[in-house]
């Protein structure tokens, strides 16, 4: 009773792909199929007994083809509800008969208007009894099929062979609502095109489908919560393990553009590590020191240049890593994953995995790990949308792209080696996927203080050199010969050796954590350990608008900055910097990120 037997079809399709297997369903089911112009013309090759729709509504095409199915000898076989004795009666009297299947594309507006024809020409090309004949047969589900795209066609096809030429009354529903999506598209190009075209504002349409529902969003109460795809398009990734959330995926988004970003600049594999929408760690597969390899808890393993990123990224400030979502450019091999399974942390994002690799994340967290594979070839669109409070903000995506030209525009007296434009592009990329306002510190390869979201820019100056400043200090002799017992747990050694750096330690650490307690490290120790961290590369996400941003970086150790330039006060800064013996380069470009 709920599947529609197709006798008779209405076909005008732009588009003709999959005809020829159309034509032998229609031929095999014999099913009368009503065309007109080169859609009946392509039929009757196919070996379809083809009827015009001239012949039924017994007026030929007008006006140059733009009327040919406009009439009621259509529309009402399209919209008479079967189970209505009066609507049968009336077609009955009209002499018409009812239509159970409409297959139709819609000329080809939009690649009109991305061709550059004329307006005339893509006016011409806003179709009208297409789009009327598919809503028609869409309203009319209860009794009507509609095909309105080529994509459809194999699983109609195979639904009626294997039902006597019957469509289910699920079939014909789902095929309803994406022939109104259809439709709601074509409608929307016709409409942005035509403002764009006339002096009327300009109008967007944005299509989101949703792709993975959420438990909620930023915080438990935020309910409903969704991933949404954009404009018919794809995910960038897909979930290969575990359950994301909603700021999972905007870490894991940000994090992969970072990572993916410092492999194209540097041509090395690149990782990042983020929380709460801003890195905490970045860093290209620079091989480490004996004394990093020890800090990082990696002595005599043989790492990839992978791993070998990662446990940089991770480890620029592994206290904020803390229950991060990483980011690595390339493939996760097993030294990599090795290095993940011993952290505490959400989940990771990745160009892919080798096998033995994934089989170690997915029994992470009790299976729980979260494991997005990315897709590399994946391009959002140029332009992006934000809604906040009601209102909705557009912008070009950041697309700036970072490489050591940008720094060409030396304002000092000393100048900045390749080594040193390297870590400026390390810095400079953490620093445009930092939330404002922010600076990064690099040395060697890997972000080593981040300075993120402070209101005034000295604060971030000062913030991202004293996490520089505990990097360095955490590879202290001292520190590293801390005599932690063989039950502290990773964790734990991590928030000691700060908590040792900042002589914050407690009586009960002393006890619990050590075999013995160590000894201080003195104030003494410190200056003399921190004077020996510099040539440090710093990047700011903007200008610097006082000499103060200059006094402060001199003090941890940095050597290289770059920035935007374009303060009243520039002059001052420059001169700044001149007397400390640091190279600054005016890039021009702001780097601002919310």
């Not at 016709?190 to 009327?200: D, E, G, L, P």
Request: net charge neutral; proline share 5%.
């Amino acid at each position: 009773k709920m599947a529609v037997r197709i006798k008779r079809a209405l076909v005008s399709v732009f588009d003709k792909a999959g005809l020829p297997d159309l034509a032998k369903v229609f031929v095999q089911f014999q099913i009368a199929v009503i065309s007109t112009g080169g859609t009946a013309t392509a039929l009757r090759g196919l070996g379809v007994n083809v009827t015009e729709v001239a012949d039924i509504t017994k007026v030929p095409e007008m006006l140059g083809g733009r009327v040919k199915t406009l009439h009621p000898a259509v529309h009402a076989g399209l919209l008479a509800v079967r189970d209505d004795a009066a609507h049968m009666a009336q077609l009955s009297e009209q002499g018409y008969e009812p239509i159970d299947l409409v297959v139709s594309n819609l000329y080809d507006f939009e690649k009109a208007v991305a061709t550059g024809k004329s307006f005339a020409e893509c006016v011409e090309m806003i179709d009208i009894g297409g789009p009327t004949m598919v809503r028609a047969a869409a309203k009319n589900f209860a009794s009507v099929a509609v095909l309105s795209s080529p994509a459809q066609y194999p699983a109609a096809i195979a639904e009626l062979l294997s039902s006597e030429g019957h469509l289910a009354l699920a079939t014909r529903t789902k095929l309803a609502g994406e022939a109104f999506l259809s439709i709601a598209r074509y409608d929307n190009a016709i409409a942005t095109y035509m403002a764009t075209a006339s002096s009327a504002p300009a109008v967007q349409f944005r299509e989101y489908t949703t792709a993975l529902p959420l438990k909620y969003g930023v915080n438990p109460h935020q309910k409903p919560a969704a991933i949404a795809t954009v404009a018919g398009g794809r995910l960038p990734f897909t979930v290969v393990n575990g359950t994301p959330g909603y700021i999972n995926i905007m870490d894991a988004l940000n994090a992969w553009q970072l990572a993916r970003e410092l492999e194209q600049a540097c041509g090395l594999p690149a990782a990042a590590s983020f929380k709460h929408v801003s890195p905490a760690g970045a860093a290209i597969g620079v091989p480490l020191s004996d004394t990093l390899a020890q800090a990082y808890d990696v002595v005599g393993k043989a790492l990839s240049p992978q791993a070998i990123a990662y446990i940089r990224a991770r480890n620029a400030d592994p206290l904020s890593s803390y229950g991060d979502f990483a980011a690595v450019s390339g493939i996760v091999d097993v030294s990599t994953a090795e290095l993940i399974r011993r952290e505490v942390s959400d989940g990771i994002i990745a160009a892919g995995f080798d096998d033995a690799a994934l089989a170690i994340l997915r029994a992470k967290k009790e299976g729980k790990y979260i494991v997005l594979q990315a897709d590399p070839s994946f391009q959002p669109d140029p332009v992006e949308y934000k809604e906040v409070y009601g209102v909705g903000l557009v912008q070009l995506r950041n697309n700036a792209v970072i490489s050591k030209e940008l720094f060409s525009n030396v304002v000092t007296s000393a100048a900045i080696p390749d080594a040193a434009a390297r870590d400026l592009i390390v810095a400079t990329i953490t620093a445009k996927y930092t939330q404002s306002n922010s600076v990064c510190y690099a040395v060697d390869g890997q972000a080593v203080g981040v300075g993120a979201g402070q209101q005034n820019r000295v604060d971030c100056v000062k913030l991202a050199g004293r996490k520089a400043r505990l990097w360095h200090a955490r590879q202290h002799p001292k520190t590293l010969g801390l005599p932690f017992r063989d039950t502290v747990k990773r964790p734990e050694r991590v928030n000691a050796r700060v908590a040792y750096i900042a002589n914050e330690l407690t009586a009960r650490d002393q006890e619990t954590l050590f075999t013995q307690a160590p000894p201080a490290l003195t104030d003494a120790e410190q200056a003399d350990w921190a004077a020996q961290l510099t040539g440090v590369s710093l990047s700011s996400d903007a200008f610097f608008p006082f000499r103060d941003n200059i006094e402060q970086a001199n003090q941890f150790g940095v050597k290289y900055i770059v920035a935007a330039g374009g303060s009243v006060q520039d002059a001052d800064v420059v001169a700044a910097c001149n007397e400390h013996g640091i190279a600054m380069a005016f890039s021009g470009l702001r780097l601002f990120h919310h």
